[in-house]
Nanobody, 123 residues
Framework: VQLQASGGGLVQAGGSLRLSCTAS????????MGWFRQAPGKEREFVAAINWSDSVRKFADSVKGRFTISRDNSKNTAYLQMNSLKPEDAADYYC?????????????????WGKGTQVTVSS
């Protein structure tokens, strides 16, 4: 199983980025997908998650109203649209997959992880 995250980069505060996570080696449409982030010196934290059928979504309070999560099961890809970015959003962003019964915001429930993509936000 491979999860490949991409789309990170440098953006000014107030700007937008869209991260993508493309999966291979698993039946993507059966997995919930999550995004997590880790800033230097901080613990990894939950950002957003979407269930396998795109009917349930969860967001961290810190990103509600600014970030959206979506998926395209025909392309085995999940997306994280990040708008109104703030310097505190800067981190390495990771995508993860799980087939737990209920959509989870806990990193311990996610079975597969991709490598991070770095997001830098300049003030």
């Amino acid at each position: 199983v491979q999860l490949q995250a991409s789309g990170g980069g440098l953006v000014q505060a107030g700007g937008s980025l869209r991260l993508s996570c493309t999966a291979s080696g698993l039946t993507f449409s059966r997995y919930d997908m999550g995004w997590f982030r880790q800033a230097p010196g901080k613990e990894r934290e939950f950002v957003a998650a979407i269930n396998w059928s795109d009917s349930v979504r969860k967001f961290a309070d810190s990103v509600k109203g600014r970030f959206t999560i979506s998926r395209d099961n025909s392309k085995n890809t999940a997306y994280l649209q990040m708008n109104s970015l703030k310097p505190e959003d800067a981190a390495d962003y990771y995508c993860a997959a799980t087939n737990r019964p209920a959509l989870s915001n806990s990193e311990y429930d996610y079975k597969y992880w991709g490598k991070g993509t770095q997001v830098t936000v300049s003030s």
